[in-house]
């Protein structure tokens, strides 16, 4: 799994209610909706910015806060395809996995804004081709790039009728 996208990058600590604030948590459950409103409370255009396949890069415990699903899949929902940061909170990641969001932990530091990426999912790779950089992480496992691949993990129970071996 090759993805490409620019880079929309962000510092530590990125909690749920940066991501999709609690104001509109509770109001609607249709996820196009909320993706009019990811980032905004950091960045009121984040969501005119966004492209199909674009990426938010972090620095240190992205999505921590509360744990609803809501947050992954807004972000999902919002054009971007994956988040690069140098630590995820555990239930964060885990949503992001299940929801179909690519969460990869990597070093971030030399990725600005408006940078172009392509993210080797299987080699454990990501080259920023704007500095012309690679940056190493650690390739997904096998079970992690399956759900991916189906969008999800309910995707993929509906379509296979178990969850993947462990």
């Known amino acids: ?24 948590k509770f109001k609607t459950l249709d996820m196009n909706e909320l993706a009019k409103h990811v980032m905004e409370d950091i960045d009121p255009n984040f969501y ?12 240190k415990n992205f999505g921590c806060g509360s744990s609803r699903e809501q947050a992954p899949r807004a972000l999902l929902a919002c054009g971007i395809r994956g988040v690069l940061a140098e630590s995820f909170a555990r239930i964060f990641f885990r949503n992001a996995i299940n929801c179909g969001l690519v969460a990869l932990e990597c070093d971030t530091s030399k990725i600005e804004e408006g940078e172009q990426l392509e993210v080797d999912l299987v080699q454990g790779v990501v080259k920023n081709l704007t500095r012309e950089e690679t940056i190493p992480t650690q390739p997904m496992p096998p079970v992690m790039l399956d759900i991916l691949k189906e969008g999800g993990l309910v995707e993929y129970f509906k379509k296979h009728g178990s969850f993947p071996d462990l």
């Open 1 to 24: 799994m090759i993805l490409r996208g620019k880079s929309h990058k962000f510092g530590d600590d990125i909690n749920t209610d940066y991501i999709i604030s609690g104001k509109y």
């Open 48 to 59: 005119q910015k966004v492209k199909p396949g674009d990426f938010v890069v972090a620095g």
